[in-house]
């Protein structure tokens, strides 16, 4: 079964398959998509460091920057955490089994990704703030939906537990945010 398309399908088959596999190989399409999502979303601000000839290095510069933090943040940190915490229920996943986790649901979010390169194309910045809200909202909700299925799966937790596992792990995450500003 091919998880790019049946997690579109059928998530909790496809989440329950991932648990099963006891070798698995990365899966870096959605990490990738929504690192382009970011590098596209910082380049208006990249580019106006530079001269209007010099457009192109802001773009060579903001797209891998954007693939490097997606990698970071969700090919490390974020399943690094829901892990760690899940430790606490006595959860039974590895780190590629969440990352894996973690890359598949996130993959509704690169949707936005075609939204952006067609306005890009028109010439419009390609920031988040011309994409309708209501739009990423139910993406993101969407997403945020298949992470409970996927930990909860993975982990062998019940919904609630794996919600509960999700929320704990986001805390650090938005206390180093708050604290930032």
């Known amino acids: 079964m091919d998880p790019y ?6 998530p909790r088959a496809t989440f329950e398959e991932l648990a099963g596999k006891e070798k698995q190989p990365l899966l870096v399409l959605p990490i990738v998509g929504n690192g382009l999502i970011f590098g596209l979303d910082v380049y208006p601000d990249i580019a106006s460091i530079f001269d209007e000839g010099e457009r192109i290095w802001a773009f060579l510069l903001a797209l891998p920057l954007g693939i490097g933090l997606s990698f970071l943040v969700l090919g490390l940190i974020i399943p690094g955490l829901i892990k760690l915490f899940g430790k606490i229920w006595k959860g039974e996943s590895t780190l590629r089994k969440m990352v894996n986790v973690c890359s598949l649901s996130f993959f509704p979010l690169s949707i936005i ?3 952006q390169v067609s306005i890009f194309i028109f010439g419009v910045d390609p920031k988040m703030e011309n994409i309708n809200y209501g739009i990423v909202y139910l993406l993101w909700l969407w997403s945020f939906g298949l992470l409970v299925i996927g ?11 794996a919600l509960l596992n999700i929320l704990i792990s986001y805390l650090p995450i938005l206390i180093f945010v708050l604290l930032r500003k």
């Open 151 to 161: 930990v909860a799966k993975i982990q062998r937790f019940k919904y609630g537990i």
């Open 5 to 10: 398309i049946s997690i579109w399908l059928n």
């Open 113 to 115: 990704l075609i939204y």
